[in-house]
């Protein structure tokens, strides 16, 4: 009896872990799924053949918080019913569902993306009123043609699109707003002023191209990408509680002069104020890299406070600012991007000695940059760093230097001289290219000499017989290419370093005389 007892108990126990994982396997084949970063289920795809859907309130072990971007759009769905552990339905989430009618929103939904439900007959059963309000909180659309637009005092969300294309001209937005979707105003091309005063979260290019957009008072935990881009008007903005910041949050805003950004910040995209008309800001402590094209082209920028937190100014951050003269780089400062200070207004830069990576082009075409002082931390000069800097004249490098790249110089006229570092090892094709030097001691510590590396500067290569690259230099001047170089054998630095004082002198007393006549 005890042994029939555990027989049917043993079959019991089978019946519901099979009816479990049939479930569990019916739902994984059903829906396609990831989980997301609040601990939930995000759905992401609908790949089953049923026209009547109940999404399950736990996949994996894990609540479904969240309906994914598309994750329905073109289903042949006719209803779904959406469960209670649901608090945000992604933008088209149903979209082009042409034969969904019902849908059971649950009050858990806090937030919806942008038309989550175009194009099908669930949407037109929202009706047309002034505001279509979804859940009493999510002001899904506004169908008005008032200029000026009070928001309901209950909405929590307003939805993205809600206002897109809008004619009005002032909106007034209740402090019980905590997001504002993606595209909610953008292209009102009316609308003049903005207040947010509570919101977790601006979505992204929320108000692009509110071209006539002058002022905005926000307080906003997150602000996502291109909020504010091409509001061209726009010239007087408030940031308050700002954490982060995506991509091209106030790009082409042409009008915007200044911002106090908050030390709340901690987070900025790439991009953010390119071809902006910023003139000048300081780094909140919180921001510890300057990211890719952050001031690209604010040919306006004449200022910026970099703190000594800052580890990072990547590529082309400050590319195209004609405007900035002066910047000091802080102690603490790592790296340097590629074309970061690209064709700036720089007069002189001193690389702190924390900087151990420099990326080629970093100051490539800054025409008036006449000072350089580089960081003991480098070892390579990279190629075309300092390339077309017409004006530079003095130029340190440090004895941790051993490699002089392509084209590092090329294109500097009225560098004279350079005391290249003993320790240096390679001298690459054109580093010095069409340069002023009219004299260069080469180390004995080089060891690979680029024939062409002084190419077009008429210079007068000095060097010992210890050089490594001894046969190299005097193969140089055999090349048709440098008719114009000199070969000089001296004993020593100290005999080289003579001469070229001598010759400096001579050359400074002769252009004393021109000037005078």
């Given amino acids: ?188 091309k009316s609308l003049k002023s903005v207040t947010v005063s509570s919101a977790e979260y601006i979505g992204d290019v929320a108000f692009l191209g509110c071209t006539s957009l002058e002022t905005a008072d926000i307080t906003a935990r997150e602000i996502d990408s291109s909020a504010f881009s091409g509001c061209t008007s726009l010239c007087d903005i408030s940031l308050k509680g700002t954490c982060t910041m995506g991509s091209s949050v106030f790009y082409k805003c042409v009008s915007l002069k200044e911002i106090t950004l908050p030390d709340s910040l901690v987070s900025m995209g790439n991009a953010v104020f390119k071809e902006s008309d910023l003139v000048e800001t300081d780094i909140p402590k919180g921001i510890t890299e300057i990211n890719t094209d952050t001031f690209k082209d604010c040919t306006s920028l004449s200022r910026v406070g970099l703190h000594n937190g800052i580890k990072a100014v990547r590529d082309s951050a400050f590319s195209g600012c004609t405007s900035l003269t002066e910047i000091t780089l802080p102690e603490g400062l790592t790296f340097i991007g590629e074309t970061a200070f690209y064709n700036c207004g720089l007069t002189s830069i001193t690389i702190p000695d924390s900087v151990t990576e420099v990326g080629f082009n970093a100051f490539m075409k800054c025409t008036s940059l ?86 077009g500067s008429g210079c007068t290569l000095m060097f010992t017989e210890n050089c490594k690259a001894y046969q190299q230099v005097c193969d140089a001047s055999q090349h048709y290419l440098n008719a114009d170089y000199t070969l000089r054998q001296v004993s020593s630095r100290t005999e080289a370093d003579a001469y070229i004082k001598e010759i400096s002198e001579y050359i400074k007393d002769i252009s004393e005389i021109g000037s005078n006549n």
């Fill in 370 to 455: 006449s000072k350089v002082k580089l960081s003991k931390g480098m070892t390579v000069i990279p190629h075309s760093c300092f390339d077309g800097c017409i004006a530079l004249s003095e130029l340190i490098i440090p004895d941790s230097v051993t490699e002089i790249r392509v084209n590092a110089f090329q294109n500097t006229p009225r560098l004279k001289t350079v005391d290249l570092p003993d320790g240096l090892k390679i001298l690459e094709l054109n580093c010095f290219y069409n340069s002023g030097i009219w004299a260069v001691f080469i180390p004995d510590s080089v060891e690979q000499f680029n024939r062409q590396a002084f190419l």
């Fill in 1 to 188: 009896m005890k042994n029939i007892k555990l027989c049917y108990a043993l079959a019991a126990v089978v019946i519901i872990a099979t009816i479990a994982f049939v479930i569990a396997d019916k739902y994984s084949c059903t829906f396609e799924y990831r989980h997301n970063d609040n601990g939930g289920i995000t759905i992401t795809d609908y790949t089953g053949n049923n026209k009547s859907v109940t999404i399950p309130d736990t996949l994996d072990g894990s609540p479904v918080t969240e309906i994914g971007d598309y994750a329905f759009l073109n289903s042949q769905i006719t209803d779904v019913v959406i469960p209670d552990t649901v608090k945000i339905i992604g933008g088209g989430a149903f979209s082009r569902c042409e034969q969904l009618s019902v849908i059971d929103i649950p009050k858990s939904v806090e937030r919806i993306g942008t038309m989550p439900f175009w194009a099908t007959p669930f949407e037109k059963t929202l009706g047309e009123d002034e505001f279509i309000i979804i859940n009493d909180s999510i002001l899904y659309k506004y169908n008005g043609e008032s200029d000026i637009v009070t928001i309901p005092e209950e909405i929590t969300c307003i939805g993205g699109y809600g206002f897109y294309k809008n004619n009005l001209t002032e909106v007034i937005i209740p402090d019980s707003v905590r997001y504002i979707e993606s595209q909610a105003f953008a292209e009102c």
